[in-house]
Every structure is written in structure tokens, then in C-alpha cells.
């Protein structure tokens, strides 16, 4: 099936509707850049700009002074190095979880569909439900506000893709070849190992990268499991709320700083963009 | 003599056990390869929820000491604050206008951009741009822009009508419940987009021809034939984001707060107000409940059915 980046030439929809298709195509993308470009200007505009009628469209002096103060005075850096440790880490037990259950559900239909469903019904309970609990016996547990807390957490969260992508993946893969090993007198585990996991590794990937993105842009567990040590990078902007006009600067640069990665990410998986976002129920 | 026959018996014991563990490893694949995701979600879910069924009987608030039995005060105490029920409207209302403008202008970009024209390549990464955004910062976008008095927007709606323009839209009624659906909608259209997208690049070109050659207009064939063929998938789009609308608390934390009084809380920021903000988390988890019951009725009435591998 054609991916994101093509599409046929077949008169399949021909609305006639030419030009009000690439105006309404056009008003979209307005939409979609003036946030992104308001927010790069407002992050190299000098302080004294934030304030101006008409507003300044374009700073004269432009400065990185709000960089450098979202990095070091608001933490932004500290937040900068949980977010990735974090995230990292999650993105591998995650993906690594996600492979073998995924293996098994597609090849041994482990469980029946009952397993499979309940592993999915984990993407859709409500994240306050878990959190509440999750908080106290955190608390008890020692894992409050550590990165460790957090990593085990987010694995917890992302199975759920991980293992419906990977679920997926396995049943497209064909297993003539694992059969053959068998038949050769290779273990299962063997057959695994060493024939099913070298040819998943694209989906790995993919899967691992969603799972990346989910946790660094995640905001709602971080804000209640942590506080002044393993706080990462999105809950910071907890300190730009309310009326301090002084700080959109400073949000501003965190605000670029915290989309750059996830957004090359993204761009690299665009190709797979729609399995990510049904966990691999519909291929794009 | 002695010391070898013991080092082969060593030896012999290993590869005896050493087989008898692969062996039971290799019967017993299937589960230990769930074994680990099943663990974990065994202990950081399932328990979890167990136990906060303990928390929702007992009293468990930071104001109050001890943690004695109180039965369903907790869940009576929900039921009886206005501001609970309030939140639940309000998640319902928020989240059915955010996916329905979501859906609409989602599907008309799919529409607009089904045919390759020149430029199309460089316009879809930037579509999709939105969904790789953490909505904390989304709202954060949204804030900068629609705020009072220095914001852009207002300054150029004033422009536009030829008169000062003074809307609060984070601090006014109904104004914040725009400026939420919004910034809710620029982040997730792309999501319907992409969806219904790889939706009708799916649907064969001869249905289109033979509609042409039927004589249809494009409005009847994008309602006798698009829609229908469209219509599982559209289902599954609209599933998969009204079980995310329902959790709305990102944009709402950053953009209102809630606010103005408690006008555009959400079920999920309610009862993030009572646990962490009010540390009442006895009645928060006795809340949690109660909304979990309500999202499991949804999630049991539309993705059972919808999400078998076999979708397409």
C-alpha cells in the first residue's frame, strides 16, 4: 500500500474542487506553522519586545539570553538529561518486552485473544487511576521521584504499543523459515533467536521510536511522580504558569529545546506513522 | 582416575540439568516469553488497582491521620460535590467537540491531499508535525498566542474587523472552551488525518471509475461509495482519539488551570485537584473509580469489537 509520501494519480476523487482543495490545504498549513513560528521568535526576542502593541513580528536584536536562563536558571538542563535517561531506557526494556511478548502472541497465540486484549486494555485506562495509587506505593517503595520510578512506569505504559506493534509485525513476518529451522532440529528458542529476531528488527525499531517519542512528550505522570530530582523536561513549564509575562522567553526556548528531538524522530518513522497511532491495527 | 571419572560425572550432571532446563524452556516458550510484560503489568497496574480499592474504603488524606474504614463516604462525597459532576459534563462536551472537529477537518485534509499534486512531499511532514509535540507545550503555543493584552491574535483580529478586539480567551467564558478545542485540534487532526488518509489510498480506484462511469456526481460518489467504504475506518479513527479526549488534562493545565472558577475542568483535572493538589487522594481514588467504570463502558462497547488484527 502507498505511504504517506505518495499517493495515485487516479481521478479517484475528483471533486473538482481544484483550487479551493489547495486553499483549504494552504489555510491548514497556516495553521499548523504560526504557533511553531510564533514560539521560535518569542524565544530570541529580547525582553523588552514581549510587552510591545502592535506585537514584534520579527526581533530586531535577536538574542539567546532566554536559552541559556530556561537551561541553567530554570533547570532546564537537568530536565534535559532526566528526559533522555529516562526515555532511553524505557524505549529499551519497552521494545525489548514488547518483542518477545509480541513473538509469543503471534506465533503461539498465547492466551488467546484474552491476553492480547488485556495487554491493549492498558493504552486506554485512565492515567489518574493508576497515578493515585501508583503515587502512594511509590512513596513507600522509595521509587517517588526517581528516574527509576519513572523508567518502570513508562515501560508499563508503553507495553501496550510495544507489544501490539510488535504483535503485529510478527504475524506479516512468514515462519516457513522458523518452521525449517525446526525441522533441522533448531529449539524454538533457537528459532527466535536466530531466525524471527534478525528479521523484526525493522519493526523494532520503529516500535522503539514510538515508545521514545511517548515518553518524552509525556507529561501527566512525570508531573505526580516527581518533584525536585527526576522532574523531566516537559514539567518544567509548570514554573511559566500564571501571568508572568517576564518568562515567555524562557518558556519559549524550553518549549523549542523539548520539541527538536522528538520531532526528527518522528520524521523518521513518518513512513509508519499510522501503525504507531492505531498500534498496529491499520496499515498506512 | 578418580578425580576425572568425578569431573566427567560433573560435567555429565551440567549437560543432564542443563538439557532438562532448555527442555522445559522449550516447552514452555510461549509463556515465558509473556512472562516478563505480564509481570510488569501485573505489578505496576493490576496491583496498583487492587490496592486502591483498599484506598477508596478507608480514610486516606493527608489532613486526616490514620486509615480507618469509612465504608462509601468516599464515593458519596463524589457523587454529592457539584463541581464533580460538572467535570464529568464537561470532559463529555470537551471531548465530543474536540474529536468532531477533529474528524471534520481532518477528513477534508485527507480529501485535499488523497491526489499528488507538486509540493505535496514537503507539505505532509509538516501535517503531521503536531503529533510528535508534548501537549504540555501545545497548550504553551496556544497561550502565547490567544493571550491578553500582548498576544498576537487579538491584535489581528482587531485588523481584520477594524476595531480593538479584547476576547480573554483563557479567562472567559466560552472563550476557554474554544481556545481548548483549538489547541486540542491543531495537535490531533493530523491523527485523523493520517488515518483516514491511509483509508482512502486503500479503497481500489475501480469503485471510482465505475461510479464515473455510472454517471455520478462527486458528491454522490463521495456519499454512496467513499463514505461506506470509508466507514470501518472512520470508526476505528474516531474510537482511538475519544478514549485519549476523554484523559484531556495537558492543555487544560497549562491554558486555564481549570479556570475561570472551575469552568473548564475536566474529570481527569478534577480529580488530579482533589489527590495532588488538595491531597484529599481517598476521595480522588474513590472519583478515579467511579471515572473508570465510565471509560471501561465505552472501552468495552467500541474496542472489542473494533480492534481484532484482522481490521484494515
Known amino acids: 500500500m502507498a505511504g504517506l509520501a505518495s499517493a495515485r494519480r487516479s481521478p479517484e476523487l475528483r471533486l473538482g474542487f481544484g483550487t479551493l482543495r489547495l486553499l483549504y490545504v494552504g489555510l491548514f498549513l497556516i495553521f499548523v506553522l504560526a504557533p511553531l513560528y510564533w514560539v521560535v521568535i518569542t524565544s530570541i526576542k529580547p525582553t523588552s519586545d514581549y510587552l510591545a502593541i502592535p506585537p514584534v513580528w520579527f526581533p530586531a536584536e535577536p538574542t539567546i539570553v532566554h536559552y541559556t536562563a530556561a537551561l541553567f536558571a530554570y533547570r532546564g538542563l537537568a530536565g534535559l538529561i532526566n528526559s533522555a535517561v529516562v526515555a532511553t531506557v524505557t524505549t529499551v526494556l519497552s521494545a525489548l518486552l514488547g518483542t518477545l511478548m509480541g513473538y509469543s502472541l503471534a506465533r503461539f497465540n498465547t492466551g488467546g485473544p484474552h491476553l492480547s486484549f488485556w495487554v491493549l486494555s492498558q493504552r486506554f485506562l485512565p492515567p489518574i487511576a493508576i497515578v493515585l495509587p501508583v503515587f502512594l506505593l511509590y512513596r513507600s517503595w522509595g521509587l517517588y521521584d526517581t528516574r527509576l520510578g519513572l523508567i518502570l512506569i513508562y515501560t508499563m505504559i508503553t507495553l501496550p504499543l510495544s507489544v501490539w506493534m510488535m504483535y503485529a509485525y510478527f504475524r506479516q513476518l512468514p515462519k516457513e523459515m522458523e518452521e525449517a529451522a525446526l525441522v533441522d532440529g533448531c529449539s524454538r528458542w533457537g528459532a527466535f533467536w536466530r531466525i524471527a529476531l534478525p528479521l523484526a528488527v525493522p519493526g523494532i525499531v520503529v516500535a522503539a521510536v514510538f515508545a521514545f517519542i511517548f515518553v518524552w512528550t509525556e507529561f501527566f505522570f512525570a508531573l505526580n511522580l516527581t518533584s525536585r530530582n527526576a522532574f523531566t523536561l516537559p514539567t518544567i513549564f509548570r514554573a511559566f504558569l500564571g501571568f508572568q509575562g517576564a518568562q515567555y522567553g524562557e518558556a519559549s526556548a524550553l518549549a523549542v529545546t523539548s520539541l527538536v528531538p522528538s520531532i526528527v524522530l518522528g520524521m523518521l518513522v513518518q513512513r509508519h506513522l499510522v501503525r504507531g497511532l492505531t498500534l498496529g491495527a491499520v496499515h498506512g | ?312
Open chain 2, 1 to 312: 582416575m578418580a578425580r576425572s571419572v568425578g569431573a566427567d560425572d560433573v560435567t555429565e550432571r551440567r549437560t543432564v540439568w542443563g538439557a532438562a532446563a532448555s527442555s522445559f524452556a522449550d516447552r514452555h516458550i510461549a509463556w515465558l516469553l509473556v512472562l516478563p510484560a505480564v509481570l510488569l503489568i501485573l505489578v505496576l497496574s493490576i496491583y496498583p488497582l487492587a490496592y486502591s480499592v483498599w484506598v477508596a474504603f478507608v480514610n486516606f488524606d493527608f489532613e486526616i491521620p490514620g486509615h480507618a474504614f469509612v465504608g462509601l463516604k468516599n464515593f458519596q462525597q463524589i457523587v454529592d460535590d457539584p463541581i464533580a459532576r460538572w467535570s464529568l459534563v464537561n470532559t463529555a462536551i470537551l471531548s465530543v467537540a474536540c474529536v468532531a472537529v477533529e474528524f471534520v477537518l481532518g477528513l477534508l485534509l485527507a480529501l485535499a491531499m488523497v491526489k499528488t499534486f507538486r509540493g505535496r512531499g514537503l507539505i505532509m511532514p509538516i501535517l503531521i508535525l503536531p503529533l510528535f509535540i508534548s501537549p504540555v507545550i501545545v497548550g504553551q503555543f496556544w497561550s502565547l498566542l490567544l493571550q491578553q493584552p500582548f498576544g498576537p491574535t487579538n491584535y489581528l483580529l482587531g485588523k481584520l474587523v477594524g476595531q480593538p478586539v479584547e476576547i480573554g480567551w483563557l479567562t472567559q467564558t466560552p472563550w476557554n472552551f474554544i481556545a481548548i478545542v483549538t489547541a486540542d485540534a491543531w495537535q490531533w487532526t493530523a491523527f485523523m488525518f493520517v488515518i483516514l488518509l491511509a483509508g482512502l489510498t486503500s479503497i481500489a480506484p475501480e469503485m471510482f471509475e465505475a461510479a464515473e462511469l455510472d454517471g455520478a456526481t462527486p458528491w454522490q460518489t463521495f456519499y454512496h461509495v467513499t463514505l461506506p467504504l470509508l466507514a470501518p475506518i472512520i470508526l476505528l479513527a474516531i474510537t482511538f482519539r475519544l478514549l485519549d479526549a476523554v484523559k484531556l488534562f495537558d492543555v487544560i493545565y497549562v491554558m486555564t488551570g481549570g479556570g475561570p472558577g472551575a469552568s473548564t475542568y475536566t474529570a481527569s483535572f478534577y480529580l488530579y485537584q482533589i489527590g495532588f493538589q488538595q491531597f484529599h487522594l481517598s476521595k480522588a481514588t474513590a472519583g478515579s473509580w467511579i471515572f473508570l467504570a465510565l471509560s471501561a463502558v465505552i472501552i468495552m462497547a467500541l474496542v472489542r469489537r473494533l480492534l481484532r488484527p484482522e481490521v484494515r
